[in-house]
């Protein structure tokens, strides 16, 4: 029977790094529908032992397709003993799929909650980011 390897981590911190709203060139209303796009990048600080998980979200009017918004932000993760899921040599990560799925779905949720509070007020009010799948692959860089 294997025994299940324990990952300790924490929440450290959330920073926006860039987020803009663009005027429409339409008017935006009730039953206006929202796209979006949503990218994921996983990188590492070894030093600090951080897994940095950065979600990029761009809104658009779905029938235009014109740009409405956009937010980059990142979640930071302290990681107990990170460098053990690290190969230096080939500089790959090892973190389970498991482990990259949770920290995918709490960065995705975590932004949804920045852009209601960064949107809320403007026309974007109603851009609120639906619930997604966060098993696909991030892009993982060291």
């Known amino acids: 029977m294997e025994t299940e390897k324990q990952f300790n981590f924490q929440i450290k911190g959330i920073e926006i790094v860039e987020n803009s709203i663009v005027a429409p060139k339409n008017r935006i209303d009730n039953n206006t ?3 979006f796009d949503l990218q994921l990048n996983q990188s590492f600080n070894l030093d ?7 979600c990029v979200i761009n809104v658009s ?10 937010i980059k932000a990142s979640c ?7 460098e053990k899921y690290i190969d230096k040599e080939k500089s790959t990560t090892t973190l389970p799929d498991d482990v990259t799925v949770m920290l995918n779905s709490i960065s995705i949720s975590t932004v949804r909650g920045v ?28």
């Open 115 to 142: 852009m209601y509070g960064m949107f809320r007020g403007t026309f974007l009010n109603g851009a609120i980011l639906p619930v997604v799948n966060p098993s696909k692959p991030a892009d993982k860089k060291k």
């Open 48 to 54: 600090r032992e951080l897994v940095i998980v950065t």
């Open 76 to 82: 930071l993760y302290s990681v107990e003993k990170l």
């Open 33 to 35: 529908v929202f796209g």
């Open 61 to 70: 009017d779905n029938d235009t397709k014109d740009k409405l918004g956009h």
